[in-house]
């Protein structure tokens, strides 16, 4: 199967799904709970994981996937083979609160290289998709990251982990960055802020977050001009291109100095002690 059909399928379950997402929050046919403490999930989430499962089992029975709710072994990552990495609703919190921040976010991985991406925001009606090598778009037209050359005139965006403990560490960086851009944004979606930069409304994103949260979304953002990475590098064992920690995409020509700005800030915590 070529590429193009394979992303076309994608875009429909994506597309599907919203639907799902948005019949949800209409009529208000959820109940929630937390995972791990601190982490919410609905049980809309859970249906439109199995939705999708169910969807990507009828075109693809013998593809792996890795998915948020169902199927969230991380072991999958390692795994040679084709790899399908599925968010049912990237921005939980916001779906649950009624902001329209909200993605379902579909990439396919081969020997952990992802190959399609596709990001569907129900409530703003706008689909993102991209093909290894052949660019990306929204909406079917073609877009292009930001050509933004000066990190203290450029839009940032990040996000926060749902434990607070895990948090002060992150707000050093935070200072810093605040201290050397415009402004920085913070929307709930890592899928959705990957996409931002794609479209140049954002010059850059910094994050660490799951594989399934951002897959797809980097793939966009990479085929749409902007230079993605990590601030240190990926462990063997994990694929590059699926791992979630200390992600960075920007415009090219700011890449180099926020990197080098988040460096410098960990470097600064570690030498005068701080956890």
Not at 100 to 108: E, K, L, M, Q
Not at 241 to 254: K, N, S
């Amino acid at each position: 199967m070529q590429l193009a059909e394979r992303l076309a399928i994608a875009t429909d379950i994506a597309e599907g799904a919203g639907r799902k997402i948005l019949a949800a929050r209409n009529d208000q046919r959820f109940s929630q709970r937390y995972k791990h403490g601190t982490e919410l999930v609905t049980d809309t989430d859970v249906a439109v994981d199995e939705w999708i499962s169910d969807r990507l089992q009828q075109h693809f029975p013998d593809d792996a996937r890795l998915s948020e709710e169902i199927a969230p072994d991380r072991q999958a990552l390692g795994r040679k083979g084709p790899l399908w990495v599925v968010d049912p609703i990237d921005g939980t919190v916001n779906f649950a609160r009624g902001f329209p921040h909200v993605a379902v976010s579909i990439a396919w991985a081969v020997d952990g290289r992802v190959q399609i991406g596709v990001v569907h925001a129900p409530f703003l009606d706008e689909t993102f998709v991209a093909i290894r090598g052949e660019g990306a778009w929204r909406n079917q037209a073609r877009i292009r990251a930001s050509l933004a050359n000066r990190l203290d005139s450029s839009l940032i965006a990040t996000g926060f982990p749902y434990r607070r403990d895990g948090r002060q560490p992150l707000l050093r960086r935070f200072s810093a960055v605040m201290q050397h851009c415009q402004d920085v944004r913070r929307c709930g979606s890592a899928a959705l802020d990957l996409c931002n930069v794609a479209c140049g409304r954002l010059d850059a994103y910094y994050e660490s977050v799951s594989p399934w949260d951002f897959a797809a979304g980097l793939l966009i953002a990479r085929e749409a001009g902007a230079r993605t990475g990590h601030v240190y590098p990926a462990p063997e064992s994990i694929p590059e291109e699926l791992y979630g920690e200390h992600i960075v995409a920007a415009a090219p020509d700011i890449y180099v100095a926020l990197r080098d700005l988040l460096q410098r800030t960990d470097e600064g915590r570690s030498a005068s002690g701080e956890a």
